[in-house]
């Protein structure tokens, strides 16, 4: 049984409407939304990884996600109301939205260069940095179009073992990644490319569900 909403059921229909193919994946999209809802409920964080182009896909979510994507963010009250009375707090107040917590791994490149200098474990790095930042209660998107990038499962490893929900975004054979993930989201595509062109329509679907959750007044 569908756990949306009628915005979000429109949501997803509207993907539906542009691209029948991605039917399939429905169900685990709408698992992957209860999970964030419940992350994010409890005050987690999201955090993605992946490589190469999947890399660059990890960073858009968090892009969409911390700002507003298509829905206005209002700021909480109380927030407000303290904010406006600190220096340039006027300005913050007018300007400023709500985010909704996301994190993208390998982006500090000082802890990468030292992880990978450092250890002889090769492809630890997403874990190490996971390791460090993940609390209970917080999910992990681990992307890749064949599901078998060895740095995103060490980071699904670290996850897991923390107790947390583990997302796996990836093609429709799902590799390694696939047989371990909590959630697993299959992309139809003959190729790389038509892989990574569903991904995102998909990621992008996401993210509006969970901002239309929170925030429903659009802009």
Do not use: W
Not at 145 to 164: I, P
Not at 200 to 213: K, P, S
Request: hydrophobic share 40%; glycine share 8%; proline share 5%.
């Amino acid at each position: 049984m569908s756990c949306l909403n009628e915005i979000e059921t429109h949501i997803i229909d509207d993907m539906l409407g542009r691209r029948p193919d991605l039917k399939a994946c429905v169900p685990a999209m709408e698992q992957l939304h209860a999970a964030l809802v419940a992350c994010y409920d409890r005050g987690g964080v999201f955090y993605t990884c992946g490589n190469g182009g999947s890399n660059a896909d990890a960073l858009h979510i968090v892009g969409e996600l911390c700002k507003s994507f298509e829905r206005k963010r209002p700021l909480d009250d109380s927030f407000a109301q303290v904010l406006a009375q600190l220096p340039h707090g006027e300005a913050l107040h007018e300007h400023l939205e709500a985010g909704l917590p996301a994190v993208a791994l390998g982006l500090n490149s000082p802890l990468k260069t030292a992880i990978e200098n450092d250890c002889p474990l090769p492809n630890i790095a997403f874990a190490q940095e996971l390791n460090a930042l993940m609390k209970a209660g917080d999910v992990l998107l681990s992307i890749s179009t064949s599901g078998n990038a060895s740095n995103c499962l060490m980071a699904m490893s670290v996850a897991k073992a923390k107790g947390n929900v583990t997302a796996v975004l990836t093609g429709p054979k799902g590799g390694d990644m696939a047989q371990h993930g909590d959630i697993v989201i299959r992309v139809p595509g003959a190729s790389t490319k038509e892989i990574q062109e569903g991904h995102v329509v998909v990621f992008h679907t996401m993210c509006c569900l969970i901002e239309a959750h929170y925030f429903p007044e659009i802009r």
